[in-house]
């Protein structure tokens, strides 16, 4: 060990300086020397040592100033330094250790313990600096191990969720379906009968333009004119009520697609008009604020090869955290979200804006937006995974980008890039 190490001795009487060099050369050390404080620190700066042997009483600066001065700067902070010096008494050997020595050598000195004093500090030196060496590697390795784990969870929290999320809907989409086709099937011969039966009636009328005292009283209590002028209304708005229900379940069918193991063309306006479709009864004005106005602007865009499911859960999740957003501004005033899509400066990229008018964002919120875990909403309220999720399905999933502009009090907008076609990356 002795052939790489380095030691500085400083010393302002030659006599001393030539000893101590002998001995710790014959053992096998490097060594350097300055005969002063000053002289020392410049020595350290530009050939720092592995230890210091440093003398006491020195003219200029002594040697508890000198050590005072090493310790103080972090470059040197860390050098093993034994103190030699004449002074034996208690006082001097705790202020030297308060400077933060590691020993003490009281001249005049035995070789012998000279050289075992600097051996025993040189190997505990080494093995501080071995320690700190594994520590920093252990860190880095448990760092990287952390941040793989934050991967997994987030792959296997949007794989479960989406999975759950897809049966869900999908079951409710089904049993939907069974009840309006029922009710679709049998509007339009209910349609038939009634004009029928109204037809009928003003038969009756034509024939009997003069009914009993009993029918006029009936005529009048039903309101029979109003209500063959109503009836058919009822009707044709019954019909546009279930084409409504049969276009949620569309939505919801779009929304929930199970994803294939590779991405498979698709226009995103669906999965946008489906995700709103969903989003539509959180629009509506309540208690607290008017409805959420929703502009879009679409593009002449082309479909994107993506896997829909992820995509429709980054609209949902973009989405919500906007109408979040707009919950917590002033009531008298309008709210919007808009919507844009359109074709970047490169044809083979389509890009996507979601902005809102809400209460926006501070710099270090916006710094942190995508980190795992991370979320500005109550307990109970938020996760802290929705916009990692959704960072990751974009940039991983389709190499794509996930970008966020906001200002605190005039709103925030998310921007997603997708390319038109993306690698196959394993779901």
């Not at 089904?174 to 339009?188: D, K, M, R, T």
């Not at 063959?228 to 279930?242: H, W």
């Not at 270090?364 to 980190?371: L, N, P």
């Not at 938020?382 to 200002?407: C, F, P, R």
Request: hydrophobic share 40%.
């Amino acid at each position: 060990m002795s052939s790489s190490l380095k030691i500085l001795v400083v010393d302002d009487t030659p006599a001393n300086l030539e000893v101590i060099c002998e001995t710790l050369g014959d053992a096998g050390y490097e060594v350097i020397t300055a005969i002063d404080g000053d002289r020392a620190l410049k020595r350290i700066q530009t050939n720092p040592p592995d230890l210091i042997l440093l003398d006491v009483q020195m003219p200029g600066i002594d040697g508890f100033e000198t050590c005072q001065r090493l310790k103080a700067d972090p470059t040197t902070a860390n050098i093993p330094i034994i103190f030699m010096t004449a002074l034996s008494d208690t006082d001097s050997k705790v202020k030297g250790f308060d400077l933060g020595a590691v020993d003490y050598v009281t001249k005049p000195f035995q070789e012998q313990e000279m050289l075992a004093r600097v051996k025993t500090q040189l190997q505990l030196w080494q093995l501080t600096k071995n320690l700190e060496q594994h520590i920093a590697e252990r860190t880095a390795e448990l760092k990287t191990a952390l941040n793989q784990l934050h991967h997994s969870q987030l792959q296997l929290v949007q794989s479960e969720k989406m999975s759950a999320l897809g049966n869900l809907v999908a079951g409710v989409a089904h049993e939907i379906n069974n009840p309006v086709g029922f009710i679709a099937g049998n509007l339009q011969p209910a349609q038939e009968y009634v004009q029928n039966l109204l037809q009928l009636i003003a038969l009756y009328q034509q024939e009997l333009p003069h009914p009993s005292a009993t029918l006029q009283a009936a005529i009048e209590e039903i309101d029979l004119e109003y209500l063959q002028e109503d009836l058919p209304k009822l009707l044709i708005s019954m019909r546009e009520g279930v084409n409504r229900i049969r276009n949620i379940s569309t939505s919801l069918r779009t929304f929930s697609r199970s994803d294939c193991d590779r991405p498979i063309p698709f226009n995103i306006h669906e999965g946008i008009d489906s995700t709103l479709m969903i989003l539509q009864h959180r629009l509506k004005a309540n208690e607290f604020r008017p409805a959420i106005e929703v502009i879009k602007h679409y593009g002449d865009i082309p479909q994107i090869e993506c896997y829909v499911g992820q995509l429709n859960q980054v609209f949902m999740n973009i989405l919500a955290n906007a109408i979040d957003a707009l919950e917590e501004v002033a009531q008298k005033r309008i709210n919007q979200i808009t919507i844009c899509t359109q074709i970047t400066d490169d044809p083979q990229l389509v890009q996507l804006r979601i902005q809102d008018n809400g209460i926006g964002m501070s710099q270090q919120v916006k710094q942190r937006i995508f980190d795992h875990l991370f979320t500005t909403k109550e307990i109970g309220k938020g996760t802290g995974l929705g916009l990692a999720i959704a960072y990751q399905i974009v940039t991983e999933k389709h190499n794509g980008s996930l970008d966020v502009n906001s200002t605190l009090g005039q709103g925030t907008e998310f921007i997603i890039t997708l390319p038109v076609k993306t690698q196959v990356i394993p779901i």
